[in-house]
């Protein structure tokens, strides 16, 4: 079972969206395990993004995402992290999927309202960066065998 960082970015949280992106991770079946209104520092912003620190884009990514609060999850399922990322959909929103988030709720690749990890590995990364130990919850859902055969 994969565990995978989501992040409602600041302009979701500015416009309203942080509920319609909540639920439709919690609507697909995944186990919500970490979830946190945070003002993240600049220094965390650059730790997460590090590897696009030599992108031309890279100053102005760092002002967004401290820009304002953003609404931290960890989302924990069977193949959870690409899946996430189809739900989020493309990072140009005008090239994302409707039926996406990306697709469905935004216009531009610096204002895409969410972030999804790109692998298992990276999504224990950033639950480990953005999470502290004791704000991870393991729980068993009630809809659990409702959802596997
Ligand atoms: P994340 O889930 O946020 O990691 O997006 P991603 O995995 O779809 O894309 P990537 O990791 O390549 O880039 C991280 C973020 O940097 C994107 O989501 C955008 O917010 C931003 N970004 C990427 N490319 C550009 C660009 O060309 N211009 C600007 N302004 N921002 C960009
Ligand atoms: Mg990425």
Redesign the pocket.
């Known amino acids: 079972v994969e565990q995978t960082y989501i992040?409602v970015?600041p302009d979701g949280v500015q416009r309203g969206l942080v509920g319609e992106i909540i639920s439709r991770f919690e609507k697909k079946g995944f186990k919500l395990t970490g979830l946190k209104l945070f003002q993240c520092p600049k220094e965390l912003a650059e730790e997460h993004?590090k590897?696009?620190q030599s992108?031309?884009?890279?100053p102005?990514?760092i002002q967004?995402?401290t820009s304002g609060p953003v609404v931290c999850m960890a989302w924990e399922g069977v193949g959870a992290v690409a899946s996430a990322?189809k739900l989020?959909g493309?990072?140009?929103p005008l090239q994302a999927e409707p039926g996406t988030i990306?697709g469905d709720l935004a216009v531009?690749?610096?204002?895409?309202v969410?972030?999804?990890?790109?692998s298992p590995e990276n999504g224990k990364r950033e639950i480990g960066l953005w999470f502290k130990e004791g704000e991870i919850c393991d729980w068993i859902p009630v809809q659990e065998p409702w959802l596997r055969e």
């Open positions: 992040m970015k993004y590897d696009l992108k031309p884009f890279f102005k990514l967004y995402i990322r989020i493309a990072t140009n990306r531009q690749t610096g204002r895409n969410v972030h999804g990890s790109d």
